[in-house]
């Protein structure tokens, strides 16, 4: 029989008061005062001569104030300072010919132009068929999209029959595909639905699925402890949960869709507003082809700014956005 | 039955069988004539084409000046791209100078550049090269761009602490911190060029060789087993500069020591 030590007694020590009186942030600040970060001096190099940092503050106070007040108005103002010159850049030289007019029109011409383009009719109705594909194309590959991205988040058995297939697909972009594809589909509208919805589909799947594969296990066991019901756990937790990720897909597909359609347009197609462009060219008309380019860069914007406004319209639950 | 349950759980099964069936579709519809042979050929056709000596020199060729294109395009564009997203993304004033330029620019569907190109460069290689650099360039800036200004403010206090040169700061702060994402913008931007490459050659056209180029010369002569032997190509191309891409990328950041 072996006789076992006492345990020793537990020792009840005094609370330490010193720390509880004095507030932490009075040390913190003390210390902190006390030792300013000094760079350690490396062989073959001299320490630099201390600034007192306060000081160089005060001296050049003036000076920050006013490069405050130029970082307020430059904000705003600066951007626009390229633009300017490069238009006045692209003045001078359709003024004073250093370019021929083909090649590079006037300010004024291509001005004129879009006014003409735009009272004639041309652009907007060419400019509606072009929206009214792109509508097709972004409803029907966002149906796809969704459908797929949701089966393959959920279903970790759906993941892994179709999302080899899927990413190796999804590394093709559909613009390389066309030859082929107007093999099976002819050069009308069908080529163009498939091209856009291909090209929408891809990023919302992505971010469809990867948006519920990524939502925190505890949300998950806080519905479970509240015994919700699984349609209910979907509605109210995972969708939610998924959908900023989700948008940031949309507003990739939309933009796709929108590169893509321009694309098809200028290859195969007898209206919309890459055939106007390539039109433009066909005839040597420069000034058509640059209202063109600046009306797809237009619209471009304002789709991504348009789900952008809706983003923050649907996530403002969220706070941060 | 045990181990059939153990194969038809197997990733590398379940991944390889959706292509299996398809691949199967596609010469069950040939051979039954559901699809008609000028839409695709069964696979004993396209080897039949893919072993013909003057097809096959003429891949051979079409695909070195694609390869060339794509390298000097791409190389004027990334260069480019680098330079002004790291620029941007370091000095606020350029930021502030070129950002909304540069984001204006970038919403301009690449393609739209073509009509233009070909106006101010002809059909020749350089509209071609031009039009690869410029869809090559936004990718990796916007990359650099993010990945610079991403850096946590708390490593650039440490080079303050340390006092680094503006330059050292750079070095041995900035541009590791922003590395992954640098390589992402460049990695897409590769993969953006190769593409780029192929759809300059479907829409400019011209005279001069390359893949796309015979495809599109395929499709012309109503040829689809050029046509299906030019995409496959393609695709297996991209496929590939993607698997190496992110292969390199895995390996090139291991030392931060991040699942990737």
């Known amino acids: ?321 | 039955m045990n181990a059939a349950a153990a194969i038809s759980r197997h990733p590398l099964f379940r991944g390889l069988l959706p292509v299996a069936l398809l691949l199967a579709l596609w010469e069950v519809a040939v051979v039954r004539g559901w699809v008609g042979t000028d839409v695709l050929v069964s696979f004993g056709t396209l080897y039949e084409t893919a072993t013909t000596p003057e097809v096959r020199s003429s891949f051979g060729s079409g695909l070195t000046a694609s390869g060339v294109r794509l390298v000097e395009g791409a190389s004027f564009g990334i260069a480019g791209g680098l330079l002004f997203g790291i620029g941007l993304g370091v000095s606020r004033w350029s930021d502030r100078l070129f950002g909304p330029s540069f984001h204006a620019f970038r919403q301009v569907a690449v393609f739209a550049w073509i009509p233009l190109l070909t106006a101010w460069f002809g059909n020749g290689d350089l509209s071609k090269i031009v039009f690869v650099a410029l869809a090559s360039f936004g990718p990796v800036a916007m990359g650099a761009f993010e990945g610079v200004k991403s850096v946590p403010q708390s490593y650039l206090e440490v080079g303050r602490v340390l006092c680094f040169s503006r330059r050292r700061q750079l070095w041995r702060i900035v541009l590791p911190a922003a590395a992954p994402a640098i390589f992402t913008g460049l990695q897409l931007s590769l993969i953006f060029s190769w593409f780029a490459t192929i759809g300059a050659e479907y829409l400019i056209g011209g005279m001069t060789q390359g893949i796309g180029t015979l495809v599109m010369q395929g499709r012309e002569q109503m040829r689809p087993d050029l046509v299906l032997l030019g995409i496959l190509l393609i695709a297996l191309i991209g496929i590939g500069m993607n698997t190496l891409l992110r292969l390199a990328s895995r390996s090139l950041f291991k030392w931060r020591g991040l699942p990737s």
């Open chain 1, 1 to 321: 029989m072996s006789t076992h030590a006492p345990a020793p007694a537990l020792e009840l020590r005094p609370f330490p008061l010193r720390a509880a009186t004095a507030p932490a942030s009075l040390f913190l600040r003390r210390r902190v005062s006390l030792s300013r970060p000094q760079a350690p001096v490396l062989p073959g190099q001299e320490r630099k001569k201390r600034v007192n940092p306060r000081r160089l503050e005060t001296k050049s106070g003036g000076r920050i104030l006013f490069s405050r007040w130029l970082a307020a108005a430059a904000g705003k103002g600066v951007g626009l300072i390229v633009p300017l010159v490069v238009l006045t850049l692209w003045w001078a030289a359709a003024h004073w010919r250093w370019l021929p007019a083909t090649i590079l029109p006037a300010p004024a011409a291509v001005a004129q132009s879009f006014h003409d383009l735009l009272a004639g009719g041309d652009l907007l109705s060419n400019l509606g068929i072009s929206l009214e594909r792109v509508a097709k194309g972004f409803v029907v590959g966002g149906a796809v999209g969704l459908f797929l991205g949701l089966a393959m988040g959920f279903s970790p058995a759906v993941e892994s029959w179709i999302g080899p297939l899927f990413r190796t697909v999804a590394q093709l972009p559909a613009v390389a595909l066309i030859p082929l594809l107007i093999q099976f589909l002819g050069i009308e509208e069908g080529l163009k639905l498939f091209v856009m919805a291909k090209a929408c589909s891809i990023p919302i799947t992505f971010t469809a699925s990867e948006g519920i594969r990524s939502i925190p296990a505890q949300y998950i066991e806080v519905a479970r402890v509240f015994r919700l019901r699984r349609w209910t756990v979907i509605r109210k937790v995972i969708l939610p949960g998924a959908l900023p990720s989700i948008f940031t897909g949309v507003r990739q597909g939309l933009s796709h869709v929108w590169v893509s359609l321009v694309a098809v347009e200028i290859l195969a197609s007898s209206d919309g507003i890459g055939y106007l462009m390539s039109w433009g060219r066909l005839i040597f008309q420069l000034d058509v082809v640059l209202v063109c380019v600046g009306v797809i860069g237009l619209v471009g914007f304002l789709f991504d700014f348009g789900l952008k406004q809706v983003e923050a319209r649907l996530l403002r639950w969220q706070g941060s956005h």
